[in-house]
Each structure stands twice: as C-alpha cells, then as structure tokens.
C-alpha cells in the first residue's frame, strides 16, 4: 500500500501526540479539530432551541443540585455525573438558557479534546472526518446540549480507548497513561455499567500490561465509587442496587431490541413500548452503512498491518452497543452514542482511503460521490432533528401549561404534585413529587394524605382516568389531556 493510502489506517508506528513535534502541521491539524468542535457548539445552539425546557430524565438530574424544585426521586440506575456537571450552573440559576449554553460549549471542548487525544494514532484529516461523523448525528446534536449522560459515556469512550491505544505503544507516554485512567472514570461517573462494557476488551489486551489494567481498574473505582457507597447507604447494598436497576429496567437478560433500536432512529427519544411503523429507509441508511465502513477501516488497517487502532475502537463499540441491542427490552437512540463516537473512527479511516490516491492526491470521483453521501446523510439528519426538537418543545410547553394552571389553582410552594407526568410537571411548578408505585414509588396513600393537611396537593390523571381513592371529592380541573385533582386548602395552624 502506498504511503498515501497508509496515512488513513496507520497507528501503531505513529509517534503519539506526547512526542510529535510542535509545528506548523501540528497546530493546523489542532486548529481542524477546534473548528469541528467549534461547529457542533454552534450547531447545537441554533438546531436546539436554548430555551428548550427540562425533559423528564433532565429534571431527575437538574433538581438534585438546582433551586428551582426539591430533589425528584432518584431510581436505582441512575448515577450522579450528570448532576455534577450542571452544577456550576444549576446551583446558581434556574435559567434554562444558561443551562443549555453552558453544556453547548462543555460538549463542544470536550469533543476537541477527546479527538485531541488521538493525534498521535490518526492523521488530523482523519479525526477531524470522524469528528463531524459524529457530532453531525441528529441524536449527538439533540444530547449535546442536555442533562444528560449518554454523550459524557461517549467522550469518556474516546478518551480512554485513545489513551489506551497511545499508552499501549509508547509505555513513557505518562499522559496517556493517566488519560486511560480519566477516560474510564468519567464513563463511570456517568453511568457504571456502561463504563464496565466499554472497559471490557481493554482489560483483556492489557493482561500482560498491569500498570494499564491498574488503571482502567482505578478509573472505574473513581468514577463508580459515590454510586457504591450510595447503594449500602441507600438501596439496600449493591446486590439490590443492581436487582433494582435491572427490574427498572424491565429485567436484564436475551431482549432482541435491535427493531426497537432502528424504529427509534425516526425522532423518538424513548421507544417503551417500540410499537408503530418504521422510519423511511433513508433515514436509516446509514445505520447499516455504519457498521459496514467500520469492518471496511478494518479491513484496509490489515492489509497494511496496523489493525490495532481499527480493532480497539471497534471492539469497545461492539461491547458498548451489546447490551443495549441484546439486553434489554425498549430503545433509546442516546443509548448507543458510545458505540457510535467509537465507531466514527474507523469509518473516517475507511472513507479517507477510499478517497485517497497511491500519491497521496484526493480521487476526483470516490471524492465527489463520498461528499454526496455526506451532504445527504446530513440533510437527513437535520430533519429528524428538526422533527425530534419539535416534539419535545410540545411536550415541554404542555408541561408548563399544566404548571401555569396549578398556580392558579393554588398549588404553589412548597406543595406536592402525584399522578401522570408528576415528576416534570412537578418541577416546572416548584413542588415535590411522589409516586405510590411504579419505578418512581416513594410514597403510600396514607403519606399524600397526610401532606394534603399541611400543604397543597394535586392529583395529575389522564382526561378521563378517575382520581385515586384518596383523592375522591378533591377539586377538579381540565387541562390539556390531563385532569387535575387538587386537594382542600389545608388548615392554617391555630385557626377555626
């Protein structure tokens, strides 16, 4: 193979980035990246809408170190990352905008970095290529800008794999070294059991390599600790932590959801229960094209026998996407951001060979009809996220609406808001939330009744649901599709 054909798939004879010169080419390639991370901020701030209110999950996390509501219920799966990293803007502003501008540019630098890491395995042209793969997926661009965990597991996957690879071929490379310790970390952080997937095929590689095993395991002990420790102290140790998560979760074991995975590429957010028609083929196209160039990266990488920077990325993608494709009953398209950060990597390598010459030079046809591929793939996606941000928006609004009539009715702070969509709705009207079942249940009957004698309560049903038995004869009210029951004012202590 020729040199210029090489430079897509070469890695492992590369100098990594803590030995390559500092030069004019370097810093191009560095300013390449920042102008790809730079463009998926900007994109994200004006594809989806800043003042996007909170979604469910988002207020889960938001409301755990924000002002605007008490804490919502917090379930067995979830980690606490999420609420670490919006609080340097939650804990002093209830502001949306700020919250979505502050995660716009977050997702943007850390997406720079993640790619910086790299360098010294991929030329610029290749990472940068991969870069706007990924950052130019509907779902990448929609979860940037989100309280949200899925695209952080994504970044973390970048950086400890690429570290990895790095620390792998030049054992004096001591940032790298720590950086497979900071990568494995933050996935952890965000959510355990994915970082576990992701770490996986690492730890087997580096079995003969303890101080690289040391640190993915220190990563993960780092990164997964508080959520631990917070199982003996709050979920019943860790055995029922995990019991919990995976029940929540519909119970963990053979679910063949890759249907429910592909139905939601179409906009939906969370497909529980998958039912309905699927997307166009176009707007699928390229899931199956994915793995395709990414076995085709592959396969050029060991025609010139440098397969490791392919295999290591593919591999942590296939662990990454398995559980959610196997394992579980429902879909999420967020759920496979890892896999596809991973996959972008060997995919980039795939088109830039295709469309580079045994010179070096760009191939004039396989240039035009991969930039083709590209600009459609991209007009797709625009609009399935326009579709997606729209129906959020709807979502959204009608929460607030509902929040707007509780007010007027009297539900205000401190109160307590139960019932169909309780914990949103609660949140944009400043209340607590309970639940007496389901996998939000931290409340009985007999506790919302005992509430309603000290503060204002309100029932949320479906429009034509009755109220529950506690809530018989409690004011009624119609709002949107929901109705609301509210319960008598309670009495003020020391009056008649």
Known sequence: MADGARSAVAGARQPTSSTMPFGPQRVRGDL??????????????????????????????????????????????????????????????????????????????????????????????????????FASLWVTLFYGPQAMPNYWVAVGALVCVGCFLRARADRADHSALWGVAVGAGLMALMRPMDAVWVVGPLLLLAARRWR????????????????????????????????????????????????????????????????????????????????????????????????????????????????????????????????????AIPVAAALVHLVTAPDGRPRPLPLVLVALGLAGHAAVQYLVLEHAVHRVTADHRAWARTATELHRVGVRPPCLVT????????????????????????????????????????????RSDPPPAYAHGWRSHRVGDLRLYVAPAPRVPGSR
Do not use: K
């Open 212 to 343: 690289l095993a040391l640190l993915l395991l220190a990563g993960l002990v780092a990164g997964a600790g508080e959520w631990v420790i917070e199982a003996y102290v709050s979920y019943g140790g860790l055995g029922q932590r995990l019991s919990d998560a995976s029940r929540i979760q519909g119970g963990l074991g053979w679910h063949l959801a890759v249907g429910d995975q592909l139905r939601s590429l179409g906009g939906r957010t969370l497909c529980r229960p998958c039912t309905g028609p699927d997307p166009h083929p176009l707007v699928t196209l390229w899931w199956f094209a994915l793995p395709l160039l990414a076995l085709l990266g592959l396969a050029f990488a060991v025609r010139a026998r440098r397969p490791v920077p392919i295999a290591v990325p593919l591999a942590g993608a296939a662990t990454a996407a398995f559980p959610y494709l196997f394992l579980i009953g429902y879909a999420a398209p967020r759920f496979l951001l890892p896999a596809y950060a991973l996959l």
């Open 419 to 462: 019932g169909r969509d309780a914990i949103p709705i609660a949140y944009y009207t400043g209340c607590s939330s309970a639940a007496t079942g389901g996998h939000n249940a931290n409340s009985t009957a007999t506790g919302i009744r005992r509430t309603a004698e000290r503060i204002p309560v309100a029932v949320l049903t479906g």
């Open 32 to 133: 390449l990246l920042a102008a790809v991370a730079g463009c998926f901020t900007l994109a994200q701030l004006v594809l989806v809408r800043p003042d996007l209110g909170l979604g469910w999950d988002e207020v889960v996390y938001v409301s755990q170190v924000g002002r605007q509501a008490p804490a919502a219920f917090f379930s067995a799966p979830r980690a606490r990352g999420v609420s670490l990293l919006v609080a340097p803007a939650a804990v002093w502003t209830s502001s949306t905008f700020v919250l979505r501008v502050y995660l716009a540019v977050l997702s943007g630098l850390a997406l720079y970095l993640a790619l910086r890491v790299w360098r010294g395995l991929f030329p610029a042209r290749v990472l940068a290529l991969a870069g706007a793969l």
